[in-house]
């Protein structure tokens, strides 16, 4: 096959097709019918000489080989998507267009609905869209170019990355309303290394730093799979848990089931910052939207050292 019969939109089509998992969604989300998508893909893969998609009634499957192929064409679509950018940093507007920028799931929820307004406004060219994910989904998406930026709890062990603290966020603990720690004086997180410490499921970034400020081991306490339904079962009085402050109840809970409190001084935090790669041709534009998070952190967030961007080594 010549090269020059490739099209970077039959590439984004395969793209498309390998996550929705479905021709129709695809179709949708690429802005044609779905006729054209799979006459398209049909003739890739004739193109190639190899078949991309196994095709059921109910599902699509990726084939090993298509597997090798859609990595490489998220590659090939990414480096457009840089070829582009340059051109608009060439004319002035180095951060417009469209953003594709993800949040760690204890965080995304409270944070966005705080700061979109003024994001828009400040950044009126910048088209975002936004997701969540765990940590290790969003590094992935980071390398492979389907995430251009994202808000992670640092650390993070990822070389490439260039890295802007933003904030720190405290954690408060939330317990049953006649528990011993929801009055009197404050405890320490040590104080919640015991059988009823409630935790997110493993692979949560938020899981470990809980484990590490209240230095239980790893099999300790009852698992959630998410703060929503931590806070449900703080209620249900199955025990106590850790909540980043921006996820915490503002005012007394309307139940009266539930109490949040800080803890003492020099009580656990954990630092958020807005992360991207190395080699985006966006830096700069990309560290004037970790400024604006800076200057809009929510109130309940404390300011942390600016570290200069930089990559992680």
Known sequence: MN??????????????????????????????????????????????????FERTNRRVLITPGGQAVVRQARVMLSEAHRLLMLAREGHGAPL??????AAIQTLGPYLFPQVLRPLRQDFPQLSLALSEGRTAEILEGLREGRLDA??????????????????????????????????????????????????????????DQAVAACGAGLGVGRHATSLETLRSMVAAGAGYTL???????????????????????????????????????????????????????????????????????
Do not use: M
């Open 3 to 52: 090269v020059a019969g490739l099209s970077l939109r039959d590439l984004e089509y395969v793209v498309a097709v390998a996550e929705e998992n479905h021709f129709g969604r695809a179709a949708e989300r690429c802005n044609v019918s779905q006729p054209t998508l799979s006459v398209q893909v049909r003739k890739l893969e004739e193109a190639l000489g190899l078949v991309l």
């Open 150 to 207: 994202a808000l992670v709890s640092l650390p993070i062990p990822e070389a490439g990355l260039a890295v802007a603290p933003l904030f720190r966020e405290p954690f408060l603990i939330a317990c049953p309303a006649d528990h011993a720690f929801a009055s009197g004086t404050a405890p320490r997180a040590a104080d919640l290394a015991g059988p009823d410490l409630l935790l997110l499921d493993e692979g949560n970034c938020l899981r």
């Open 243 to 313: 909540l980043p402050a921006l996820a915490a109840p503002h005012g007394p809970d309307p139940s009266g089931l539930t109490v949040c409190r800080p803890f003492g001084d020099n009580g656990p935090d954990r630092v958020i910052a807005l992360v991207w790669r190395a080699s985006d041709p966006r830096g700069e534009g990309l560290a004037r939207l970790a400024e604006f998070f800076r200057d809009h952190a929510p109130g309940a967030t404390l300011p942390c050292v600016k570290d200069r961007e930089a990559p992680v080594q």
């Open 96 to 101: 417009a267009g469209r953003l594709q920028l």
